[in-house]
């Protein structure tokens, strides 16, 4: 069993710049989760763990959010792709049903190759193989609904499971793994904190707690690691941050705001954090 987990969440690029801005707080107040030695991620999650497993200093990924003028990606989701979107995740009050409707959503895509995904995800990736530390990214099969995990033990290169995890309908494409068509893990949560079962101290950073309709709340998943065993907390943006992320999270304007509200909330907490932490 592991001893350390950091467990980032999706949510668009309000959400990167928040959880980037979190962990250069959290390390000005002296608790650098960078070193964790799980590192976890769900769609943009999975980006900054990469970067994180490669070296890249809290400070410094902050230091380029606060400045930052334009989109890390450019990223046109349209009102009639939300309109989908949210028609299958709210179409149920059960959460493997919803799903299983945004995994049709998915496979009802036509037209968008899947080398479209992969040359979005290769021009964001700090590398072109798995880091040497412990990274998973984790998707959900559009076929069966299942959930996975996939890191440098599971046979699948670094740029197709980033895609896998990044892959949300009905922006992109399900992406082929082995038997599977895959699709960004925040289908199903948008930590998937509870798949990480197997470190003794987890914290989660989840800009976004839930995802629409009946995916579970990122509490469940603490409460879940904490019957298991685990010392586990979660952190998520307050009012001022909420504010500060504005309606849309691709709005490349409102990424310096997400990191300082983030920052300043780290300081907030990080006394609670340190205590799970260090245990």
């Known amino acids: 069993m592991a001893d350390t987990a950091l467990v980032l969440g999706g949510g668009g690029l309000t959400a990167y710049a928040w959880q980037v801005g979190v962990l250069a707080g959290l390390a000005e107040a002296g608790v650098d989760l960078s070193g964790a030695d799980v590192l976890a991620g769900t769609s943009a999650g999975s980006l900054l763990a990469v970067e994180l497993a490669d070296g890249a200093a809290p400070a410094d990924l902050y230091g380029v959010q606060v400045s930052r003028k334009r989109a890390m990606l450019?990223?046109?989701?349209?009102?009639?792709?939300?309109?989908?979107?949210?028609?299958?995740?709210?179409?149920?009050?059960?959460?493997?049903?919803?799903?299983?409707?945004?995994?049709?959503?998915?496979?009802?895509?036509?037209?968008?190759?899947?080398?479209?995904?992969?040359?979005?995800?290769?021009?964001?990736?700090?590398?072109?193989?798995?880091?040497?530390?412990?990274?998973?990214?984790?998707?959900?099969?559009?076929?069966?609904?299942?959930?996975?995990?996939?890191?440098?033990?599971?046979?699948?290169?670094?740029?197709?499971?980033?895609?896998?995890?990044?892959?949300?309908?009905?922006?992109?494409?399900?992406?082929?793994?082995?038997a599977g068509r895959w699709i960004d893990g925040g289908a199903r949560s948008t930590t998937n904190a509870?798949?990480?079962?197997?470190?003794?101290?987890?914290?989660?950073?989840?800009?976004?707690?839930?995802?629409?309709?009946?995916?579970?709340?990122?509490?469940?998943?603490?409460?879940?690691?904490?019957?298991?065993?685990?010392?586990?907390?979660?952190?998520?943006?307050?009012?001022?941050?909420r504010r500060a992320f504005g309606r849309d999270p691709l709005d490349a304007s409102r990424i310096p705001g997400a990191a300082r509200a983030g920052l300043r909330q780290a300081a907030e907490h990080a006394d609670r954090i340190r205590t799970v932490w260090h245990g």
Do not use: N
């Open 74 to 178: 450019e990223v046109d989701f349209t009102l009639a792709m939300t309109v989908k979107y949210l028609w299958a995740a709210l179409g149920s009050r059960d959460p493997e049903t919803v799903v299983k409707r945004l995994g049709r959503l998915a496979l009802s895509m036509r037209g968008v190759p899947e080398t479209v995904v992969f040359d979005a995800m290769r021009s964001q990736l700090p590398v072109p193989e798995w880091p040497e530390r412990t990274v998973r990214m984790f998707s959900v099969d559009a076929l069966t609904g299942k959930a996975a995990g996939f890191d440098a033990g599971s046979g699948v290169d670094l740029v197709r499971a980033m895609a896998a995890s990044c892959a949300l309908p009905p922006l992109y494409p399900p992406i082929t793994i082995g």
């Open 194 to 241: 509870d798949l990480v079962t197997d470190c003794r101290r987890v914290v989660v950073l989840a800009p976004i707690p839930k995802s629409p309709g009946a995916s579970p709340d990122v509490c469940d998943h603490v409460a879940s690691l904490t019957a298991g065993g685990a010392l586990a907390t979660a952190l998520t943006p307050d009012r001022e941050a």
